[in-house]
């Protein structure tokens, strides 16, 4: 059984929400243009916005029904929640505000998330990442059942950004929790959740892997959202310059970027050509394997071979015959590649 | 023809200041410190600084336990007729305190709305120290009221929604999250209130009387020594001006005191704004 169940139904200014959505021991990013509706999501959920209509249950227990008039008060529903911009308590130390939510976990978490050294320290004098894992463990000191994260990396600078979306990515998947990550951001999305749901105007109209909704977009407006290929695997660096990532599934790639260890390769899919043999041309990276989707998405198609998905023309499809079953090679330049940290 | 402007200017500010200052100096001057000293041993001024103290106390104790609360739900929730009542509570603030003492009077007063309810139940108001605290408490709690919503209304609405989401009731909410945050304000308010409260004169003369050791407090003391002992009265208003000193220092420097409250709302400041 899922250990969080969804059903919301509200009228906004502009459309209607309605959302359905049932997570397990995963994390699920939601993920969508700024105002459309995903903060309500998460609001409604810990309790903070009542919707017109509505179930929440988690683990079994209800937190709201509307039909039944069930209705829990914020306090009463075991859901950690972080903040967009953290509303740490600026009176409180850093021990002070994790206590806040509840004692005993006090010095394991801030072990666990590196704040031990800060415990002393007021808000005001951390920078935005210290802040974040100020606001993780205050949110897991309740021991909630439920975690959920509001924008967590928009407040944080370009630098600190990608070193720290890789330790909540590993805190994520060691925490196992049902976790709810709201971003409008989709390459945050492809490295926190294990699945991703695309919310517009109040609706998810897809929901799937990250390499599911790039190879198979719902929509044009899902395609443009879900826009780029991030394939985990281990880097590691070359005599040449180059760094070679090792993909899951045996692949090597080549890529500019320097790296080692986890890391995400991020390809565009218009980077990636595909052909029948592999060309001899510049590109340094070729994947070669079966076509297992073709799906049209306007004037282009989406062609996914293997852990990669290109993006090329209806023409060009079309000229090549490509069906789902044929063997290609897609290639893309180690220059067209970046490499991103995933802990 | 600058520096004559200049000039001006500065001759202007000479005047403005003598005109203040000179008034407040001559207290300290008319009469040698130790004079001044001597006086505020003497029965009159004691009585009445005790009868201010005792009065004040319990009439602030008012203030602050209900306007905390009532301030804290007109800061933090959104409501219809939140604006009408915001400027009701303001109402006492611009009223002529002649006006404040017969409005008292006619609540209160012998034949006023709740005076024959008061009476069965064998309680007098009018002329007691019951009466001092009233017009103390009516004239001195727009000032709290004021500044403790704007106070609460600066304190991030995220930060008491995190409150909630970690496990605090209401409650718990208001006094470690909400209250520490707008200490600053409610500080400043609590200040202006007290000082207020300390120079009401008006209404209470009018409702309470003038009775020695009973309902006359500092103010009212200083106008019965008028035509008595004038040194008296110099002395008590010596006395007052340190007092009235002491708060104005503390209204400004109480800000950083509070190095937490993120907006602290400047005393006087139009709160309507909003």
Do not use: C
Request: aromatic content about 6%.
């Amino acid at each position: 059984m899922d250990a969080l169940q969804l059903r919301l139904a509200h009228s906004l200014r502009s459309f209607r929400l309605e959302v359905a959505l049932e997570v397990g021991a995963e994390t699920v990013a939601l993920v969508g243009p700024s105002g459309a509706g995903k903060t309500t999501v998460l609001r409604a959920i810990a309790g903070l916005f009542r919707p017109e209509e509505g179930m929440v249950a988690v683990d079994g227990r209800v937190w709201l029904d509307t039909e039944h008039g069930v209705d829990l008060p914020p306090e009463r529903r075991s859901v950690g929640l972080v903040f967009q911009e953290y509303a740490l308590f600026p009176h409180m130390t850093v021990a002070e505000n994790v206590a806040y939510g509840g004692r005993q976990r006090v010095p394991e978490l801030l072990e666990t998330l590196g704040l031990a050294r800060l415990a002393r320290a007021r808000p005001g004098e951390l920078s935005g990442g210290e802040r974040q894992r100020v606001a993780l463990a205050r949110a897991l000191a309740r021991d909630p059942s439920v975690l959920l994260l509001d924008e967590p990396l928009s407040a944080l600078d370009v630098h600190t950004r990608a070193h720290v979306r890789a330790e909540l990515r590993e805190l994520l998947r060691r925490l196992r929790l049902p976790t709810i990550v709201v971003t409008h951001d989709f390459e945050d999305a492809a490295a926190l959740g294990e699945r991703i749901g695309v919310i517009v105007e109040g609706r998810i109209v897809q929901l799937g892997t990250a390499a599911d909704l790039i190879a198979a977009p719902a929509s044009p407006f899902v395609a443009e959202f879900a826009g780029l290929n991030l394939m985990p695997g281990v880097a590691r660096a070359r005599g040449d310059g180059l760094t070679e990532v090792t993909l899951a599934d045996g692949t090597l790639i080549l890529s500019t970027d320097p790296g080692e260890g986890p890391v995400g390769v991020v390809v565009y899919p218009w980077e990636v050509a595909l052909a029948r043999s592999a060309p001899v041309d510049s590109t340094q990276n070729h994947v070669r394997g079966p076509i297992s989707t073709v799906v049209p998405v306007a004037n282009r198609v989406r062609v996914r071979v293997g852990p990669l998905t290109a993006e090329i023309t209806a023409s060009s499809a079309k000229r090549l015959g490509l069906e789902p079953g044929q063997t290609v090679v897609a290639s893309f330049k180690a220059t067209g590649t970046r490499l991103v940290e995933l802990a | 023809m600058r520096r004559l402007f200049d000039l001006g200017l500065a001759l202007a500010l000479g005047i403005a200041l003598a005109f203040l200052l000179l008034p407040i100096l001559a207290l300290f001057l008319r009469v040698s410190p130790g004079t001044l000293f001597a006086q505020l041993g003497s029965g009159v001024a004691r009585d009445a600084l005790w009868v201010s103290v005792k009065t004040g106390l319990i009439a602030h104790a008012f203030v602050v336990g209900l306007g905390t609360p009532a301030a804290y739900l007109l800061g933090t929730r959104r409501f219809r007729g939140r604006q009408l009542l915001l400027t009701a509570i303001e109402l006492p603030l611009v009223l002529p305190p002649a006006v404040a003492g017969i409005a008292l009077i006619a609540v209160f007063g012998r034949r006023g709305l709740l005076g024959g309810t008061l009476e069965a139940a064998g309680v007098t108001v009018s002329l007691t120290q019951a009466a001092v605290v009233l017009a103390v408490a009516f004239v001195a709690s727009p000032f709290y009221l004021r500044q403790a919503v704007e106070a609460f209304a600066a304190v991030d609405r995220t930060l008491l929604d995190a409150s909630r989401t970690l496990g605090a009731g209401s409650f718990r909410t208001f006094r470690r999250v909400a209250l520490p945050l707008a200490a600053g304000g409610l500080g400043a308010g609590s200040v202006l209130a007290w000082a207020r409260g300390t120079g009401e004169f008006g209404a209470t003369i009018m409702f309470a009387g003038s009775l020695r050791g009973q309902t006359q407090t500092l103010p009212l003391a200083i106008y019965a020594q008028l035509d008595q002992d004038q040194t008296v009265a110099i002395a008590i208003g010596a006395l007052l001006v340190l007092v009235s000193l002491v708060v104005l220092l503390s209204v400004k420097l109480l800000p950083s005191w509070t190095r937490f409250s993120s907006g602290w709302p400047t005393p006087f400041a139009r709160s309507a704004s909003r």
